[in-house]
Every structure is written in structure tokens, then in C-alpha cells.
């Protein structure tokens, strides 16, 4: 459990950080302007924005923010702008699509309905790594799913880290506990991304990170133990997310606790 003043002295430090990293950062990663922006960001929108988990720990009464693994991920400000240049397009660093497990001429469409990906469509993040798009479980599975996804999760020697996509709104599902128990079957390290986030209201939100982490600290032996809540359209959480992917893809120069 933390007391309020060290709480007060880690976002204090936090503020002292943007204000020395923010010219490294610019100058660094001059590719990366939109997290430039971020970094000039007033304290409290930046936390709420980078690090959504902190920011949701001040709504807390103070037994309960010792079950939540705030910070057993925690970069910098500099890392995090490290990891935001992996994922700004350049003619340096390509960003595209490479092959489904179907041959495709052309990429596919990705504005597509929830529940609409039934192939896994594979691309390529520079020199740096592969991201996989996979077809959930569910309803709208496609029909080969196990043969393609369950066969490629447990074949797969280089595969670094499964994620799995949890509606914050709904919370763990039949559906998803399937997920999960493939992953514990097959010894597959993975991590909880909670999707969106903008959705709920602070109370529900809240509600359901402290049940999801229950769920994980009790319940999983393969989990991350820290979850990563996201929004696609606040873009919360989303830059801790790409820094997590570049550090277990090994591309950070300073590795941190995974």
C-alpha cells in the first residue's frame, strides 16, 4: 500500500520529467511530433491520457490501490517516445501489411465492423517487429479458427506476447475465459487489454479494472500481471501499449521489467 506523500512526490517527479525530457524528446524523436504535443500536456491530462491505470488510483480508497499493478510496468517519459518512433511511419520505417493466412492481392480494410477479421493478417512495423490481427473467439468465429489460430499460438518458437482484447464495458466473458484457458493451457505468456475505456463512466470503469484484476491475480498463472486499459478513441493508454510491445520485442535500449 502507498501513502499519499510518496503518491504526491512520484507525480511531482512526473512533472519535473516532462519538463527536462520534453527538448530530448523533440529533438530525438523529431518523427514523433504527436507525442510531442502529448508531453506538453498539463500534469493531470498527461497521466490520464499515458498512464490511465494512475489516474483511475486516486478514485481508490486507499485498501483497495495495493490489489492494483499500477506501476510493475513503468517507463519513462523518454522511453516512451523511444517506443512512439517504432511506430511513426517514415521512409526509413515502413509500416505495412505483409500476408494473411489467406493470399490476398490487395491489404485488407481495416475500418471493418467489430467481429469482421476472420484470417490472421500479418504486419510488419519496420525492421522491428510483427504485429499478428487475429480473429476472435465467439460467434462470428471463423470456421477453421482452431486449425489457424490455436495451431499457430502453439507452433509459433518466436511469438513474444498474446494479447487479448477485453470489453471494459462487459468484462470477462464466456468467450474470453476460452481465450484464456488456451493460453494457460498452452503456457502462452499474454496480457489483458481493456478496450474501450471511454465508454464507461469512472464508477463502472473502476469497478470493472479492480474485478478483471482479481480475476487475474487469483485465477491466471500466464497473465501479465498488470492490465493495459485502452481506448482507441481518446487514445488513452495506447502509448504505454506500443512502449510494452517495443520493450518485449527487445528494440528498447533500456529493458524494464516484463
Known amino acids: 500500500m502507498k501513502m499519499a506523500a510518496p503518491g504526491l512526490r512520484h507525480g511531482m517527479r512526473r512533472l519535473l520529467e516532462v519538463s527536462a525530457a520534453l527538448g ?3 529533438r530525438a524523436y523529431s518523427t514523433s511530433q504527436a507525442f510531442a504535443e502529448v508531453l506538453r500536456l498539463p500534469r493531470r491530462q498527461l497521466t490520464k491520457l499515458v498512464y490511465p491505470l494512475q489516474d483511475l488510483e486516486q478514485h481508490l480508497a486507499p485498501d483497495a490501490r495495493s490489489d492494483l499493478c499500477l506501476r510493475v510496468f513503468d517507463p519513462s517519459l523518454e522511453d516512451l517516445a523511444r517506443a512512439e518512433s517504432f511506430f511513426t511511419a517514415s521512409p526509413r520505417n515502413r509500416i505495412e501489411y505483409l500476408s494473411s493466412a489467406v493470399r490476398l ?10 467481429g469482421h477479421t476472420k484470417k490472421m493478417n500479418f504486419f510488419k512495423v519496420g525492421k522491428y517487429f510483427t504485429l499478428v490481427d487475429m480473429p476472435g473467439y465467439g460467434y462470428r468465429a471463423p470456421e477453421d479458427f482452431v486449425d489457424m489460430v490455436e495451431t499457430y499460438l502453439k507452433e509459433r518458437r518466436n511469438l513474444k506476447r498474446t494479447f487479448l482484447l477485453v470489453d471494459s464495458v462487459v468484462g470477462i466473458t464466456k468467450t474470453d475465459n476460452i481465450a484464456i484457458e488456451m493460453c494457460e493451457e498452452f503456457a502462452l505468456p499474454y496480457v489483458m487489454v481493456l478496450t474501450k475505456t471511454d465508454k464507461s463512466s469512472k464508477g463502472h470503469l473502476l469497478k470493472q479494472v479492480l474485478q478483471i484484476q482479481k480475476f487475474v491475480n487469483m ?10 486499459p485502452v481506448s482507441a478513441v481518446t487514445h488513452s493508454g495506447i502509448h504505454l501499449l506500443k ?6 520485442t527487445g528494440n528498447l535500449d533500456s529493458q524494464l521489467p516484463v
Open 243 to 248: 512502449c510494452f510491445i517495443a520493450n518485449i
Open 24 to 26: 530530448r524528446v523533440c
Open 219 to 228: 485465477q491466471t498463472q500466464g497473465c501479465f500481471p498488470q492490465l493495459f
Open 105 to 114: 492481392d490487395h491489404a485488407p480494410d481495416l475500418p471493418r465492423p467489430e
